[in-house]
């Protein structure tokens, strides 16, 4: 995949984020990124990054996969996975996942990241993005909303964290129109 350019913003102390497809270089940055937002303990389902960087380095090199970076120089801070359906029965559909750390979010970032992947996935052929949300998490699934994303299930009491349970909210873009027997 080829961004037509980075995606460049100014941050007021003349630093500039970058939007780029991740690289195998970006690895370290990648899981020190993803564990920044999961130790937050409540945006994330893990709370410990389970690739090594070896392990990031062959997924960032995977033909089916898609690792979008926001770089802040030389700083990862954003990353959004797009992965493919591994069967043949589900290849049309892709797993969405992104994570930007604390003190750089409400910046439009995660916006960016997801309408770059949209692209990409219509170029791929993927009909349908999928994507989990958590129900607490009211601030991204508004946004999602606003992407043309749209509520496709609920799985009622998945997760208890922070003494609650917490809905897992099922969310999907569809990248043509939607199938006539699901509208």
Do not use: W
């Not at 926001?70 to 990353?79: E, F, M, R, T």
């Not at 992965?83 to 910046?107: D, S, V």
């Amino acid at each position: 995949m080829h961004i037509r350019r980075p995606k460049e913003q100014a941050n007021g102390n003349g630093k500039q984020y970058t939007l780029r497809k991740a690289t195998t270089v970006d690895a370290r940055g990648i899981i020190d990124c993803m564990q920044s937002v999961m130790e937050e303990k409540k945006f994330l389902i893990g709370e410990f990054y389970m690739y090594t960087e070896r392990g990031e380095q062959e997924r960032i090199r995977n033909p089916d996969d898609l690792t979008l970076v926001v770089d802040y120089a030389g700083l990862i801070v954003g990353v959004l996975a797009l992965q493919r359906g591994m069967h043949r029965k589900n290849r049309h559909t892709a797993n969405l996942g992104i994570a930007i750390r604390a003190g750089h979010r409400h910046l439009g970032l995660g916006t960016r990241l997801i309408e770059e992947a949209k692209i990409e996935a219509m170029k791929r052929g993927i009909e349908k993005i999928n994507l989990d949300v958590f129900s607490t998490n009211t601030v991204a699934i508004e946004t999602y909303e606003k992407l043309g994303f749209r509520k496709e299930g609920a799985r009622v009491g998945q997760f208890f964290f922070d003494g609650k349970y917490v809905d897992d909210i099922l969310m999907t873009f569809y990248t043509s129109d939607i199938p006539s027997d699901l509208a």
